[in-house]
């Protein structure tokens, strides 16, 4: 009788066939959780994709696995935190079910947590809890007297994304950077980060590509430069024809792009959401405003916009957030309490000030130093290297609001 192989997957009875047998298993297999997890016997014969199409699972029957898209986002990633590591900096597991501290600045897609429908569950009601959106301020914690110089996260961000279209994710793979450093310097680890993905496909042989999901034509990563070109935002929305506040939109990115090489861009200097010009718009209720995280230091040669940077790259557009850090404590807890950001915050959440005591209590009692930090987007950046449009083809397992596995 052919050897018969193991797999293990989530459904509760599976018929499956060998050449001489007919069964179904109930074992328990290691780990099991009862009546979820079943340990199944998978014949060689037919071919493991044909046999996850052949069964009635949801996953199964509405979602092919694209196992060159599993190989190519395990290469990346691997290219990734190796590159980093080779940079010196430190791998950190930060916490994924957070208080108001792990959101970032568009608090509206927040995912709250609730246990058995009781969302005072935390603390006896004394924090909210959500599925973490971001991990920076986890690891700005790290970055204080006695702490390391360059600590970085991976793992997921939620987004609770009204959108359904090619764009948006409610889940998505992020890495994070803080380190003690010059925004200049930052901008250049931006670049090297992306270079080293960047050259790690183009190293693929050719007759390799179409096991990691890489198109055969890769010349959309010709024009691709190691330095990238930097407009200021102000530049950019005279370039666009926008007014001095509003946010640059994706078709507006792609423009961008194509005027300045066909390659990534880094557009930066964004509006201070403390300057008088924004506090008019946001008191004007102006909708499409580009909206910044509250703790970017403004810069010191002009107040109105801070020193920040979002990457935007062909075919996945922004890619990356980044910017200077507030680091003293007093200014911390000043903008935070003044930020558009946490007063929308406390509307949906009248424990959110206890949702930063933590780290206001970290940066008061372990005075920080100047740093930076960003977030890649790992599936945008994705899109850029395999020329892809639409977000959900270079995910295992997509989703959004209309599709959760």
């Known amino acids: 009788m052919r050897k018969a192989r193991i797999v293990y ?52 029957s509405e979602h092919t696995p694209n196992f060159g898209i599993v190989r190519f986002g395990d290469r990346m990633m691997r290219e990734g935190e190796q590159h980093l590591r080779d940079r010196g900096f430190v791998r950190v597991t930060v916490p994924r079910i ?27 009601g004394k924090k909210r809890a959500y599925f973490a959106q971001t991990g920076q301020l986890y690891l700005e914690s790290l970055l204080g007297e006695g702490g390391l110089p360059k600590v970085y996260c991976a793992g997921p961000s939620a987004r609770a994304e009204q959108k359904v279209d090619t764009r948006h994710l409610t889940e998505f793979e992020m890495v994070e950077i803080e380190f003690r450093g010059s925004f200049t310097q930052l901008l250049s680890e931006i670049e090297s980060f992306i270079t080293r993905v960047v050259k790690s496909v183009q190293s693929i042989p050719e007759a390799d590509r ?93 107040n109105e916009h801070v020193l920040s940077s979002d990457c935007v790259v062909p075919f996945g557009g922004e890619c990356v957030g980044s910017a200077a850090r507030v680091y003293a404590y007093e200014e911390f807890k000043r903008r935070l309490f003044s930020s558009d950001m946490f007063k929308r915050l406390q509307q949906k959440d009248d424990k ?14 372990f005075p920080s130093f100047p740093h930076v930090g960003c977030g890649f987007g790992m599936s945008r950046i994705f899109q850029y290297l395999l020329a892809e449009k639409d977000i959900t083809k270079v995910v295992v397992l997509p989703s959004n609001r209309a599709t959760i596995y």
């Not at 429908?117 to 935390?122: C, E, I």
């Not at 007014?243 to 005027?259: M, T, V």
């Not at 959110?352 to 009692?365: I, K, N, P, T, V």
Request: proline share 6%; net charge negative; charged share 25%.
């Open 210 to 302: 179409s096991a990691y999901g890489v198109p055969q034509d890769i010349s959309h990563l010709d024009s691709f430069s190691k330095i990238f070109p930097k407009i200021r935002y102000s530049d950019a929305i005279q370039e666009l024809g926008l007014e001095w506040g509003n946010d640059i939109s994706s078709a507006q990115e792609q423009l961008l792009i194509a005027n300045h090489g066909n390659g990534p861009v880094l557009i930066t200097h964004f509006p201070n959401p403390e300057s008088d010009r924004m506090q008019s718009l946001f008191k004007q209720k102006k909708e499409d405003l580009a909206i910044k995280f509250f703790n970017m230091i403004p810069d010191p040669e002009d």
């Open 9 to 60: 997957c989530s459904m509760r009875k599976v018929e499956t066939h060998t050449t001489k047998q007919k069964y179904s298993e109930k074992r328990k297999s290691p780990g099991h959780v009862p009546g979820i997890f079943l340990k199944i016997r998978v014949s060689d014969s037919p071919k493991l994709g044909e046999f996850f199409l052949s069964t009635k699972h949801k996953y199964m």
């Open 352 to 365: 959110a000030e206890e949702g930063f005591s933590w780290y206001l209590s970290m940066l008061r009692h």
């Open 98 to 124: 957070v208080p108001a501290s792990g959101a970032c600045e568009n608090v509206d897609t927040l995912f709250e947590i609730a246990v058995a429908g009781d969302f005072s569950w935390f603390k006896d």
